[in-house]
Nanobody
Framework: QVQLVESGGGLVQAGGSLRLSCAASGFTFNTATMGWFRQAPGKDREFVAAVTVSTFSTYYTDSVKGRFTIARDNAKKTVYLQMNSLKPEDTAVYYC??????????????WGQGTQVTVSS
């Protein structure tokens, strides 16, 4: 059974930082492209960032470039999202996922339960 467990969310003031973690189990982690998505109330879930396996290539949505950093530790079967210079617009539930890309779109195949990130002004 695929299991993805996010942690590290919370309340932070604008300009602050948070580091999200996703602990993975139930699949071969080092063969999977991993990513983060987020969903704000009343909005569709959107792609945030992804990291590949062998090349450790990273991809980001434009709104977080230069502020967020995705990384993975294959030995620990964990993917991270370091979020700096947070803005109120970043407020959402953040989900870890096994991801794939088709053209310019990113899709999640398996999802964690999510962790709430709230950025106050």
């Amino acid at each position: 059974q695929v299991q993805l467990v996010e942690s590290g969310g919370g309340l932070v003031q604008a300009g602050g930082s948070l580091r999200l973690s996703c602990a993975a189990s139930g699949f071969t982690f080092n063969t999977a492209t991993m990513g983060w998505f987020r969903q704000a109330p009343g909005k569709d879930r959107e792609f945030v960032a992804a990291v590949t396996v062998s090349t450790f290539s990273t991809y980001y949505t434009d709104s977080v470039k230069g502020r967020f950093t995705i990384a993975r530790d294959n030995a620990k079967k964990t993917v991270y999202l370091q979020m700096n210079s947070l803005k109120p617009e970043d407020t959402a539930v953040y989900y870890c996922a096994i991801t794939r890309q088709r053209n310019t779109h990113w899709w999640g195949d398996y999802w964690g339960q999510g962790t709430q990130v709230t950025v106050s002004s």
